[in-house]
């Protein structure tokens, strides 16, 4: 029995949910995949999963094996690399995330780019406005925006983004400009929430900060609902700059409480802390880091 491959096909039935999932992953016939999976279990004297109709469940011995088997495996596959050259040229795949407006304004530009000047990597980027495990989901850099917690990744601050609270020129007309902060109480407003309300927002600095109760007529979990509401004249949205930018520009929106916006958001890069940093990631950084950060310090100065 190859124990390696026993381990990949097994990491795949787990990743997949079923062991039909693997066996189109790999290419390899269902009953190979039950049989190496039943091999290992023989080989270790002890079940790793229980196979049911719907999924498959590990048991508390499969559960530490395959912490211990992504752990290995992960290990082998950067040995593979660096002796197949990869921290000698840089080359081979890397996933990104950044939030979706980001993504469009910001970074997809700078990819182009970087793609031009390394011929031998391919990047592929996932916008979401959620945050992504980056561990998880064998994410190579992310994009975040926002006070970091305390974590093992990697950060490297890029710059900040501030924000806007604004208004369509038909919604202002209607309804007046606010004046204050307030104000807000007599207007509709946009909140940018998920599945928790958040129903505050903050105004000002320290230690004069406070924040506004509002009640939105319409909330979004995306920054492209968000601004379509506002357009359209449902309210008064709060947006960070970069995602407001293109909407203002065009008249489509127009800022109002400026002088009494909170202090800017950080952005920074943040990656998975490895103990050898491919070439192809650091060459990305290198690359990448000062383009953005150059972008966000012209954003700030518009």
């Known amino acids: 029995m190859d124990r390696f491959d026993a381990m990949r096909t097994l990491l795949a039935a787990v990743d997949g949910g079923s062991l039909s999932a693997a066996s189109r992953q790999l290419g390899m016939p ?10 290992l279990e ?54 990104v995330t950044a939030s979706l407006r980001f993504g469009k304004a910001y970074l997809t530009p700078v990819v182009l780019e970087f793609l031009a000047a390394f011929p031998r990597v391919n990047v592929r980027i996932v916008a979401a406005d959620y945050v992504v495990d980056l561990i998880e989901n064998h994410v190579d850099l992310a994009i975040r925006i926002g006070r970091l917690p305390d974590s093992n990744l990697v950060a490297r601050r890029i710059g900040d983004t501030g924000w806007v609270i604004c208004a369509s020129p038909a919604y202002l007309a209607a309804r007046g400009v606010p004046q204050s902060p307030k104000d807000l109480a007599d207007h509709d407003c946009i909140a940018f929430e998920g599945l928790q ?64 916006a909170p202090p800017p958001m950080p952005v920074h890069m943040v990656h998975p802390g490895l103990p050898m940093i491919p070439l192809k990631l650091r060459a990305f950084i290198d690359f990448v880091a000062p383009r953005l950060k150059a972008a966000l310090a012209g954003d700030a100065a518009r």
Do not use: C
């Open 30 to 39: 269902l009953p190979t995949v039950s049989r190496k999976v039943s091999e």
């Open 42 to 95: 023989g080989h270790l004297g002890t079940q790793l999963l229980i196979r049911t109709s719907r999924k498959l469940v590990l048991t508390e011995a499969g559960e530490g094996f395959v912490a211990a088997a992504r752990r290995l495996m992960a290990d082998l596959d950067e040995a593979e690399r660096a002796a197949a050259g990869e921290y000698r040229m840089p080359s081979g795949d890397l996933l």
């Open 197 to 260: 309300p958040a129903r505050r927002w903050p105004f000002g600095s320290d230690p004069a900060a406070r924040s506004i109760a509002i009640s939105p007529r319409f909330a979004g979990n995306t920054a492209d609902a968000v601004i379509a509401a506002a357009i359209a004249g449902v309210g008064v949205a709060r947006l960070l700059s970069y995602q407001a930018a293109e909407a203002i520009a065009a008249g489509a929106l127009i800022p109002i409480l400026t002088d009494d």
